[in-house]
């Protein structure tokens, strides 16, 4: 039923984006010669508005979420934060021209394509099943069914030559997932147990790696090649599970963070496997993949938040619930700090615009601790 309802969801979208597709003409202005495009995969962390067009419960279309979202005027957007997420940063510190559109926004079409398309959903994992809490959201497979829509939409607008060209060499595909795969399935209260009693962790992790490989694969058939993968974050450290957890102010809740870190050893096998091994033969051909050490960069960030001007990393700045603000999400009826430059998260989940700004400048022009084999900026003009 559940596959069912999202291929549904797609047979929409084919019907009315293929209707809005803008054929490039004499009324058309597209220039070939763009700083480049990013194509932005998965979840709340990413998401730029596309729940907004879904019956969910995951939606950040409410103040005081964007507050400091100076493209909007601190009008929500969608996004799950005070400002920009840290696809929003990255695109403009590589150049980048306007921020990717959410796929589901009656705009994303023509000449904005060039700039990329954000097809992340809140409550989104690599399975299918997860995040079904929220009854609706955008899976990483249905993420990329959409994603085969817009290309097509690039064939017609610049010619298929050119289209792949444009894919091959100007754009970047960036997956950020996995994090929802175990606060809303694997490690759910209740819903999730008998998941956890039929699956071992490692089963849990394997299947995860087995259907991001094969969601990997399918955007190199579609000529992405360059990527910029995420891995998941110290998820024992975030206001929500330190609330739940009742653990003090400088401690994370250990399994979330063993998962996470089980998870992220697997992510950098299949990254180094896609990419052709230690030797560079085999893989899948002429692609780079990229992986962001979100989870050492959150760690650090977390460890030292002082050294890097924050007051707490412990308390959401928007929520209710707990010592930390971690139960209930940000949204009318939260309370909200004043200070929102000193939290490192914004809300029970989600870090801060300034936590964002500086996780992105490490993936942009960092070392190998926190981007390897090389930081964006590198995979960018290659």
Known sequence: MERSMAWAAVAMAVLCLTAAVVRVGADDVVDEDSPGASFIFGDSLVDAGNNNYLSTLSKADMNPNGIDFAASGGTPT????NGRTIADI?????GQADYSPPFLAPNTTGGALLNGV???SGGAGILNGTGRVFVNRISMDIQIDYFNITRRQLDDLLGKAKAKEFIQRKAIFSITVGSNDFLNNYLMPVLSAGTRVAESPDGFINDLITHLREQLTRLHALDARKFVVANVGPLGCIPYQKTLNRVGDNECVKLPNTLAAQYNGRLRDLLIELNGGSDGTGGLPG????LANVYDLV???????QKYGFKTASVACCGNGGRYAGIVPCGPQSSMCDDRQNHVFWDPYHPSEKANLLLAKYIVDGDSKYISPMNLRKLFKL
């Not at 969608?78 to 934060?81: P, S």
């Not at 692609?287 to 990229?290: Q, S, T, Y």
């Not at 760690?299 to 938040?305: D, G, R, S, T």
């Open 299 to 305: 760690m650090e960030l977390i460890a030292n938040h």
């Open 78 to 81: 969608g996004r799950f934060t």
């Open 118 to 120: 954000n097809y992340a």
């Open 90 to 94: 990255i695109g403009e510190m590589l």
């Open 287 to 290: 692609a780079r993949f990229c």
